[in-house]
């Protein structure tokens, strides 16, 4: 069964480390199989809104895509079909570092410049 760290706040108040708390609860004979952090190193990872999506001529698998990340707009190549025009979704800018250690850097594909990319919440990112 797994039981989030908020539930079980509501019963107990905790502000420690989860590991300490799983420690906690094994010593009482409580068997904890496991900790599983979410959302951790995501913290440079926004939410934009797509405006414009194009082929990229010659490319049957990825296409340029424009998004509004808040300032200026940011042009990416993402090979995703399953979104659409004044969709949101999940960016890493450049810079951004995702878990397993998949940075995020400017690199042309299709000859267009990636500057940022659509991520997805279950992915396995290769360096």
């Known amino acids: 069964m797994r039981a989030p760290l908020s539930w079980l706040r509501d019963f107990a108040p905790f502000e420690g480390d ?4 799983a420690a906690a609860l094994d010593d009482l004979g409580l068997v904890v199989e496991g900790v599983e952090v979410i959302g951790e190193r995501l913290d440079d990872i926004v939410v934009a809104r797509v405006t414009e999506i194009s082929a990229i001529e010659g490319k049957d698998r990825i296409r340029r895509v424009l998004v509004d990340a808040g300032a200026d707009p940011v042009e990416i190549v ?12 999940p960016l890493a800018p450049v ?5 397993g250690g998949f940075a995020i850097s400017m690199r042309k594909m299709g000859g267009v410049t990636r500057t ?3 991520v997805r919440a279950r992915a396995r990112y290769r360096r």
């Open 18 to 21: 989860p590991k300490e708390l």
């Open 116 to 118: 940022a990319c659509c």
């Open 78 to 89: 993402c090979g995703a079909t399953n979104f659409a025009v004044d969709d949101l979704v």
């Open 95 to 99: 810079g951004a570092v995702l878990p």
